[in-house]
């Protein structure tokens, strides 16, 4: 009895926690290597067609950042079309975007290839801009703007060919001109809880009009003397700390709960897990399982499929917490089960 009721405490405590928080967008660029951003989901809202970004060959990783080594990544140049990603409104609370960065080159006078935007976009409501610029050694200096001539910047502290994990805090305060921004710039391993001081900020710029709504990313291409040439994964939109950094499977679990076109029992089970997709086969790719660890284990192709708790190596896998990924053209889903034995 004790234990059933510790489980419907733990089980009520998860739906206030899924409640308060969600997971807006993640784009880790799971698509073929070579591929415009407008063939995946992305939409072109300046230069259109010219020097598409492409879906790089290579994808990132961050120690513990939970996006970390998934799909690939994009690579965001110069001179051509800018592309963005919508996703629900949001017109009050905090707004938290992650993604890991490194930078190819940059210029001394800086320019920016990041910003949020509304929903839908507005080509004049581009705010949170992170600028890239150099000095004469090719050290680089970050910036967040609320617009584009409020940026501050941390010191030249970082460099070429590093990967970063960049974190954007957005602050919808009640008023006008009055919203703040922070960036956290992290360069050896993804913090569980959110540092009490930020890299920048919190700025919060006078006479810079707040946003109708926060609601879309953007990716920019800048002229060629002045903008960065750079490698972005993992993108990561959610509305607290830990649902958008989260630094496990485990942690990033809650996040993704609402996978009802994966159908899957028995939960826990023994011997075998039925598992069967219930979408549109077309938009269908795989299914992966994972380890409470992050690691690999087994890759189903197939729709509708039973596991018999084996690795792809055939070997029989220890009892405890896995991971289902149901990944799709559209999207990536989680759903948690235990095996037994």
Do not use: C
């Not at 405590?13 to 407008?38: D, H, K, P, R, W």
């Not at 690579?75 to 919508?86: A, I, L, P």
Request: hydrophobic share 40%.
């Amino acid at each position: 009895m004790r234990k059933t009721i510790a489980v419907i405490l733990a089980v009520s405590l998860f739906l206030v926690i899924s409640a308060n928080a969600q997971l807006l967008f993640q784009e880790n660029f799971s698509y073929t290597a070579g591929t415009n951003l407008t063939a995946n989901g992305w939409t072109a809202h300046s230069a259109s067609g010219t020097n598409p970004i492409k879906v790089h060959t290579v994808g990132l990783t961050f120690p513990s950042y939970a996006s970390s080594g998934i799909g690939l990544s994009a690579r965001v140049d110069s001179s051509g079309e800018d592309v963005h990603r919508t996703f629900t409104a949001q017109t009050e609370g905090t707004i938290y975007t992650a993604f890991m960065l490194r930078v190819e080159k940059a210029k001394q006078p800086g320019d920016y290839f990041f910003h949020l935007s509304t929903s839908p976009l507005s080509s004049a409501e581009y705010f949170a801009r992170i600028h890239i610029k150099s000095d004469a050694s090719n050290n680089l200096a970050f910036g967040i703007g609320k617009r584009h001539t409020d940026t501050a910047f941390t010191g030249f502290n970082y460099a070429l060919n590093t990967t970063y994990l960049l974190v954007i805090k957005y602050a919808i305060i009640s008023g006008d001109n009055n919203d703040q921004l922070s960036m956290f710039v992290f360069n050896a391993s993804t913090p569980a809880t959110e540092p009490s001081t930020p890299t920048v900020g919190p700025i919060s710029p006078a006479g810079s009009a707040d946003p109708a709504n926060i609601g879309s990313v953007a990716l920019r291409q800048g002229q060629a003397a002045n903008a960065p040439t750079v490698i972005i994964d993992g993108i990561r939109v959610g509305t607290n700390w830990s649902v958008t950094i989260p630094t496990s499977l485990e942690e990033d679990f809650h996040t993704l709960t609402t996978n009802t076109a994966l159908k899957i029992s028995p939960n826990p089970f023994t011997d075998y897990l039925h598992i069967s997709y219930n979408g549109n086969l077309q938009n269908f790719k795989n299914i992966k399982i994972y380890d409470a660890t992050g690691n690999l284990v087994k890759t189903i192709t197939e729709a509708n499929a039973t596991w018999n708790g084996r690795d792809n190596a055939n070997n029989l896998l220890s009892p405890g917490v896995y991971f289902v990924q149901l990944e799709t053209h559209s999207e990536k889903k989680l759903s948690k089960v235990t095996l037994l034995r």
